[in-house]
């Protein structure tokens, strides 16, 4: 049997622009709350600011449009023509032949120059999303594009506070439980991965992929399968 996260996104958009946060952001520490920081190489530019379709540009807007989840895993919907900082992104979690459809809003978007601890300077490039009401977690994930300006070496980060929800349906809480989190670092994983081989493919003169709009009005489905 298959559950399908939902047969209309423009609905599924329209209930989720009426959520709020399912925690509080000042709440985050303590036990059963993880922090988590992993770092993917995605190659090497020249020190200095980021060339033009060079690894850190090509992974900014692929990283905009979603592109880096592993399609196994997590799809989105999202209204191609908002906003970055406030988009409403209908998340469809998959596992087997289940679909979870989960809420989050973008929160913030990253565009700075920074010092590191080892002296070096960094650009980085990126957004953060919040969890929604009716969502399977809570929390906060962060996706940046880094350059480090002295190095040339460009990595993608994901940096995320999280935690399991209350989750009303008993079966559903078991198997987040036991797969919850083992999903959570194999997402991690796998969307470097990705992000890393799509840099690599377009730079050698492939096409860059793009979200696929669907239906008549600006919904895409993210990322391209």
Known sequence: MRFT???DPDRGLREIAAYGLNYD??????????????????GDE???????????????????????AEPMI???????DAPLVGRDMLLEGRFLVLRFPMGVRVDAEVDEVRDRADGTRERSW????????????????????????????????MTGVSSRATI???????????????????FYR???????RLVAEVSAGGKRPEPRRIGQGDIVLAPTD
């Open 5 to 7: 996260a939902h047969p």
């Open 25 to 42: 952001p000042a709440e985050t520490d303590g036990r059963g709350w993880h922090h988590d920081r992993v770092r993917h190489l995605l």
């Open 46 to 68: 020249e020190p200095g600011e980021p060339v033009p379709d060079g690894p850190f540009d090509l992974a900014c807007r692929m990283v905009h449009d979603y592109e880096f």
């Open 74 to 80: 997590m799809h989105a919907y999202f209204h191609a």
């Open 126 to 157: 990126g957004w953060s999303y919040r969890t929604l009401e009716h969502h399977l977690e809570r929390g906060r994930l962060l996706y940046e594009v880094v350059k480090n300006l002295d190095t040339g070496r460009v990595e993608f980060v």
């Open 168 to 186: 009303p349906n008993p079966v559903i809480a078991l198997g987040f439980g036991v797969f919850g989190r083992w999903t959570q670092t194999r």
């Open 190 to 196: 796998l969307a470097g991965r990705r992000l890393a």
